[in-house]
């Protein structure tokens, strides 16, 4: 039996709900081919969301989606932006290759079986080719494509580019994204900082895309997803929003932890399932805990404790901490995305590890 709530995979086209007004905006910005930067805290649903959005515009656009979260090298983004063109002909494996040969000045593409799924897909062969070799012929490539049918480029986790040492490569991917036509850029990740300072003033990519922070479901939205499948108010709906802090993953997971038991829902319930999530994470969070210096621990409990006023007196004296090592140990711990600050606000971005800090340390 498989639940209608996922929370640790991508939900389907069944499982997916509300974001209406997203599919909207997303739509009228591919329309126009312009571009958008989707952010937001932890497991709102930003690749969810992108995701069916492209599952949605696959008859009239090219869609290309590309997850770099595991790049380490200019090379390595180059190979993901090739691999995701030749995986998206979808047609005959003969013509496609025929298609992409005729595409490419330099790539070589050969067909490759998927050993766990057993599907066909091609790959692009790249081993002598240069970065700038690669690049050129992926933004000819397209270019070409998008003389004919409009394309949508996807890159998840894009803040990654910033991580890489010996190249800018913001800078190098302005000229091209600056010189489209009839080509939609759809830039989305979680490190906040890391992310919107590739978008800021004065940097290569500023003003090549419009913000957008995803922000939660609406509880609507969710109530009249989850009655489908519970006997639940929306008082009960509202109670979970508010533990849950909005957090998509956090609140379908409680939604599927009362789903699987038989018992009748209340707030107490509710809490039992919320002390399972944390308990079952403990191991885990201690790992992550001890991999902290003694200040940084200070720092993360502080947070959890107080948003506000963190640097006030009261606070230091409770902790015994000098405030310039406060501070220091705060920025550490931003850098290391364990903390985030909005409205003046600090905060724990993964709303189980934030609810883990305030009860169990
Ligand atoms: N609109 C939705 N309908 C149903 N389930 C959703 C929806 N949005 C998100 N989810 C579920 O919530 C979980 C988290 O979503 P997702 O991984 O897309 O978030 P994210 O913002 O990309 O997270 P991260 O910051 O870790 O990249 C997933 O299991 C997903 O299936
Ligand atoms: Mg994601």
């Not at 649903?45 to 656009?61: A, M, P």
Request: with cysteine; hydrophobic share 40%.
């Amino acid at each position: 039996m498989t639940s209608p709530f996922l929370y640790d995979s991508l939900a389907s086209k069944d499982n997916f709900f509300g974001r209406l007004r997203e599919i909207e905006e997303l739509k009228k910005t591919t329309k126009y081919s312009n571009n958008l930067l989707i952010f937001s805290k932890r497991r709102m649903g930003k690749t969810t969301l992108v995701k069916h959005f492209l599952s949605l515009q696959e008859d009239k656009y090219l869609c290309l989606y590309i997850d770099i979260f595991d790049m380490t090298s200019k090379e390595g983004f180059a190979k993901a932006l090739l691999s995701a063109l030749t995986n998206s002909q979808k047609s005959d494996i003969k013509l496609a290759i025929k298609t992409l040969t005729s595409l490419f000045k330099r790539v070589r593409v050969e067909p490759s079986i998927d050993p766990v799924t057993l599907e066909y897909s091609i790959k692009p062969i790249v081993s002598t080719l240069s970065f700038e070799d690669m690049m050129d012929d992926f933004f000819d490539s397209i270019k070409k494509i998008a003389k004919k049918k409009k394309i949508i480029i996807a890159i998840d986790e894009f803040q990654q580019i910033a991580t890489l040492k010996n190249i800018k490569l913001d800078a190098y991917l302005r000229k091209y994204i600056q010189d489209r036509e009839n080509i939609s850029y759809i830039f989305l990740g979680s490190k906040r900082h890391l992310l919107t300072s590739l978008f800021s003033y004065k940097a290569p990519m500023f003003e090549l895309a419009t913000h957008f922070e995803l922000p939660p479901l609406k509880q609507e939205d969710i109530f009249s997803y989850a009655k489908k499948y519970l006997d639940i108010t929306k008082e009960q709906i509202d109670y979970i929003y508010e533990k849950s802090d909005g957090e998509t993953k956090l609140l379908l997971h409680i939604l599927h932890l009362l789903y699987i038991q038989e018992k009748s829902i209340s707030n107490e319930l509710i809490n039992t399932m919320i002390s399972e999530i944390i308990n079952s994470k403990d191991a885990t969070f201690r790992m992550l805990f001890d991999t902290l210096s003694n200040n940084q621990k200070i720092a993360l409990k502080v947070v959890g404790k107080y948003s506000k006023g963190i640097f006030s007196q009261d606070v230091l004296n409770e902790y015994n901490i000098k405030k310039q090592t406060l501070q220091s140990a705060i920025e550490v711990l931003t850098q290391k995305e364990f903390i985030d600050k909005s409205d003046q606000k600090y905060f724990i971005p993964d709303r189980t590890f934030e609810i883990w800090v305030e009860n169990k340390i």
